[in-house]
């Protein structure tokens, strides 16, 4: 791509993807959460190199599986992963290491996220490139992974 277009379709991203949406954990926050999820510092904020990486890896990577942050991760291993690592939780509240997982009618996992504290979630909204992996109110991300036909579940990661 020549060096014109490919200002022109980063900037399109950055305009898209205002940086304003974007929360950065305070460090007092990455400190009480680093046991838990030890990524989260290093891909808050980060853009994949290629389309691919998922919501799944996203989440695996901020509690600390290499490598996941940059691969599509499949439903099967996030699965695993999510049975091994975690726990089911009711009822609405959220705190560090909250894995929340938007099912569909048939149980599968359409969507996941992991809360960084109470007020705020760590999500890849996207398989394209040009969504980042951020930290956004936690009330936010619900509201719009919001669909009538799917279910929101908490698991807490245990350590």
């Given at each position: ?77 996030f ?7 975690c ?26 996220a ?46």
């Open positions: 791509m020549a060096s014109a277009g490919r200002q022109a379709v980063c900037r399109y991203v950055e305009l898209e993807n205002d940086a304003g949406r974007h929360h950065q954990p305070s460090s007092t926050t990455l400190r009480r959460s680093r046991a838990l999820m030890p990524g989260v510092k290093a891909i808050a904020g980060t853009y994949a190199t290629a389309s691919g990486p998922n919501c799944f890896g996203a989440v695996m990577a901020a509690a600390g599986v290499t490598g996941a942050e940059t691969e599509w991760m499949q439903l099967e291993p699965e695993k992963w999510l049975a091994a690592q726990r089911p939780i009711r009822g609405s509240r959220s705190k560090p290491g909250t894995v929340l997982v938007w099912r569909d009618p048939e149980r599968v996992a359409q969507h996941a992991i809360c960084v504290d109470e007020d705020f979630a760590l999500e890849k909204p996207s398989q394209g490139w040009m969504t980042p992996r951020w930290v956004r109110p936690l009330a936010e991300i619900i509201q719009t992974n919001r669909a009538k036909w799917q279910r929101l579940e908490r698991h807490q990661l245990e350590r």
